[in-house]
């Protein structure tokens, strides 16, 4: 029996690695060790208690104001720790939040195999998203087990030198989640709110944005709202201060925009899975909204994901006034171009991700020895 354990610390991460952790429980083989971080408190635990998965480590550091040295510097010795305790024969982190950076060096260190669940994801634009890039960029060095979830990840891994025997296209996590919080019978007094109404699910947080270009997204959406009665957003804004600020700023008082506090994952996805099209920031939701048949305006200079853009799932909006207002009306004022892009097709995965790496780490840790 081979030890494995995950290490996630934010909501984003939970969503995609809980169904990895249910599908390596279930093998026999295996010892699954989870530790969180508590990067986000709140909205991780909300996650876990929607997957049921109890984790065997909780670092607990999230506290009010920490900054990325703080986060750095908690994680990497708090995972030490957990790692002279536990002796995981693999250790398995997610994307590019700090915490994926600080576990996985803290892995290095230690001589414990890192595998990387959605490695390969580029932007080569350090600063756009910050930190993601240089975080993924960085983990993705010391890697053992790449599990990128396109080719074109695999790609970007093989440009860089990765050894081909170390790169695995096995489509992406957040997909397999999907077919654990869809629910037909979904209910919500949101909903019930934005009944009768094209619904825009809005999500907005991401630290490059903040300041001017959010300010410059929200009135270019509250412009188009204005002109578009039949439109209703909902905003599950961020808990970070700054951005509910900018969101009061923006929005409060505007009779078909609603601002409601983070959703649980559960209400996220059936929420994204009612909507008519979606405006977003977030990583993860350009990945689950292909699948959902949900047309995707990206409210950032640049993406990691151009996968979707070139299928047409997305389009890249930048985060200028002018280019978010004309980007916003035209998904819903041309039927051919919302017809075109919810029919595309989904680059990313078809839910079985999680046994794909499950079965790649029982191949590499087990029989091949």
Not at 116 to 128: D, F, P
Not at 236 to 246: G, T
Not at 303 to 320: D, H, I, M, Q, S
């Amino acid at each position: 029996m081979k030890k494995i354990m995950l290490v996630f610390g934010t909501r984003p991460e939970a969503v995609k690695m809980c169904p990895l952790v249910l599908e390596l429980r279930r093998r026999e083989y295996f010892e699954t060790i989870v530790c969180v971080t508590g990067q986000h408190r709140q909205m991780l635990d909300s996650v876990l208690q929607a997957f049921g998965v109890v984790p065997d480590h909780d670092l607990s550091i999230m506290d009010s104001g920490q900054t990325l040295f703080d986060i750095t510097q908690k994680v990497m010795t708090g995972i030490r720790d957990v790692i002279e305790l536990e002796k995981p024969d693999a250790l398995l982190v997610h994307g590019d939040t700090t915490t994926t950076f600080a576990a996985a060096v803290a892995g290095f260190y230690s001589g414990v195999p890192v595998g990387h669940v959605e490695a390969g994801l580029r932007t080569y634009n350090k600063r756009s998203p910050f930190p993601e890039e240089f975080n993924r960029q960085a983990v993705d060095i010391i890697t053992d087990f790449n599990f990128a979830p396109t080719e074109t990840s695999r790609d970007n891994l093989l440009r860089e030198g990765k050894l081909p025997e170390t790169v695995f296209v096995t489509g992406n996590t957040g997909i397999d989640a999907l077919r654990t919080t869809i629910r037909d019978d979904f209910s919500h007094p949101c909903l019930d709110w934005a009944a009768g109404s094209r619904l825009v699910m809005l999500t907005a947080h991401r630290r490059e944005n903040l300041g001017g270009p959010m300010q410059r997204i929200f009135r270019a959406i509250r412009r188009v709202v204005d002109e578009l009665p039949d439109l209703k957003v909902i905003y599950p804004v961020h808990l970070n201060p700054i951005v509910s600020k900018a969101a009061d700023s923006g929005f409060a008082g505007h009779p078909r925009i609603k601002l409601v506090p983070p959703l649980d994952v559960l209400a996220f996805h059936n929420f994204l899975a009612r909507s008519y099209v979606i405006l977003t920031d977030s990583g993860g939701i350009q990945e689950e909204a292909p699948s959902l048949g949900k047309p995707v305006l990206v409210l950032r200079d640049t993406t990691e994901r151009p996968e979707g853009v070139a299928a047409g799932t997305l389009k890249l909006a930048g985060t200028e006034e002018m280019a978010v207002y004309e980007g916003f009306k035209s998904l819903v004022t041309d039927s051919a171009l919302y017809e075109a892009m919810s029919k595309a097709s989904n680059p990313y995965g078809d839910g079985f991700s999680s046994k794909r790496i499950a079965d790649i780490l029982y191949t590499k840790l087990i029989s091949e020895k």
